[in-house]
């Protein structure tokens, strides 16, 4: 389980560390910074695909994802006065990282040293990343580590180099996921590989979900949704416990689901109480299809390490919501949760820890904390 985030400099997101549950609910007003947290999550687990970099450069680069406040906040500012530039004490970084049951894993990104003739000077570089054992990094708990181009692992007898020429475009666990000495590579990787996030699942007429699929068995859901009746269908042969069934019966009553071949493909397809015929994909409402396809993340055979969703009460009516927090509640009996969401109803019929955001002096905190003591542990492996 991953028990700990820690996520520093990214957008509204100056400083933050926050301890995760088996099912996690993250709210907040708008503007409070929960789509921001849900990103600096994807960043990481973009760490996992070897993606990092592209993925900041999709963004403008480092400078487009900055922090644009104060490395720490005067009190004058707290207290509403206009934020002054000051002289950095610290590198300009954008750090993120997590530690759980078994390994962490802290990455660190900066600015590329200027280099006048290179046209990719907006890319980040990677200027340290620590592999350890636990909840928070320690130096006596660091497995594998990398600072610049450097690389290393630990064993029983102490210190193996693993490599010495690593460019600052890549990844210890891109690079060396393969090194024998140091397994623990391997697994952070493997961890935020197995990790999900879904956004904005489609739902509009043209989505790629209404229309017919490949009969082929599905065990995880596409990110645009487009395997929804292969999924469903994997899952209900595979799982065999009516878990699909009863998602389907809860949420709308007398209703069963029938998957429908259609010239080869395959087509799904939801019988309802009243309707001389079952209702096609591209005929179901927008909130029914965005349960189906959360029904389907929430179920997969294939259980990810850790399921992040951004708002899933997107399109749904409230009647819906209990419903829907049925579904991951159940999931989370399996697999970790985050849950991020705007509706207030759908969090309180959530339960679980409860991560409430607000911004103060423009940056992202959570509420209720009173001071430091109050922050789970967390130090960053200095540059
Ligand atoms: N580089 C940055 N530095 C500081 N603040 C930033 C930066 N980029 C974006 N922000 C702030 O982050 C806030 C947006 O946060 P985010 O999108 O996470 O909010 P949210 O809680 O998801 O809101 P909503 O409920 O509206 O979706 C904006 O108010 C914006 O001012
Ligand atoms: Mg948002």
């Known amino acids: 389980m991953i028990r700990r985030l820690a996520i520093?400099?990214?957008?509204?997101?100056?400083?933050?560390?926050?301890?995760?549950?088996?099912?996690?609910?993250?709210?907040?007003?708008?503007?409070?910074?929960?789509?921001?947290?849900y990103r600096s999550l994807r960043l990481l687990a973009d760490c996992g695909a070897g993606r990092v970099v592209p993925s900041l450069a999709s963004s403008g680069g480092l400078a487009g994802v900055l922090w644009a406040g104060?490395?720490?906040?005067?009190p004058a500012v707290r207290a509403g006065g206009e934020a002054q530039g000051t002289r950095r004490k610290g590198p300009i970084a954008l750090r993120l990282g997590f530690g759980g049951d078994d390994?962490?894993?802290?990455?660190?990104?900066?600015?590329?040293a200027s280099r006048s003739e290179s046209l990719f000077v907006r890319d980040p570089s990677i200027k340290q990343e620590h592999v350890f054992a636990g909840v928070e990094p320690r130096p006596a708990a660091t497995l594998a580590e990398r600072v610049g181009p450097l690389a290393r692992s630990r064993g029983d007898d102490g210190w193996h180099e693993l490599s010495r020429t690593m460019a600052e475009w890549d990844s210890l666990l891109d690079e060396l996921a393969g090194a024998d000495a140091a397994p623990e590579i391997a697994g952070v990787r493997r961890t935020l590989r197995s990790w999900r996030f879904h956004d904005a699942l489609r739902t509009d007429a043209l989505a790629p979900a209404r229309q017919p699929q490949i009969a082929t068995r599905a065990v995880r859901l596409d990110d645009d949704g487009a395997n929804l009746a292969a999924v469903l269908q994997t899952t209900i042969e595979t799982r065999a416990d009516g878990t699909v069934e009863r998602a389907v019966r809860a949420a709308f009553p007398g209703s069963r689901l029938e998957m429908v071949d259609e010239g080869g493909g395959l087509g799904l397809a939801l019988r309802q109480h009243g309707m001389l015929r079952a209702l096609t994909a591209p005929e179901l409402s927008d909130g029914t299809m965005q349960y189906l396809l959360l029904t389907a993340a929430l179920t997969s055979v294939e259980r990810p390490g850790l399921l992040v969703l951004n708002e899933?009460?997107?399109s749904l009516h409230d009647d819906l919501l209990p419903a829907l927090a049925d579904r991951i509640r159940e999931a989370a009996d399996e697999t970790q949760v985050v849950v991020v969401t705007h509706s207030r109803s759908l969090a309180d019929a959530l339960a679980g820890t409860r991560i409430e955001l607000e911004r103060s002096a423009g940056e992202t905190v959570v509420a209720g904390r009173e001071g430091p003591l109050d922050v789970p542990a967390w130090r960053w492996p200095s540059r």
């Open 312 to 314: 899933p009460e997107r």
């Open 70 to 74: 104060q490395e720490s906040i005067d």
């Open 103 to 112: 390994l962490g894993y802290a990455v660190d990104l900066g600015i590329t």
């Open 8 to 37: 520093d400099g990214y957008r509204s997101i100056r400083s933050l560390v926050v301890d995760l549950g088996a099912l996690t609910v993250v709210t907040g007003a708008n503007g409070s910074g929960k789509s921001n947290l």
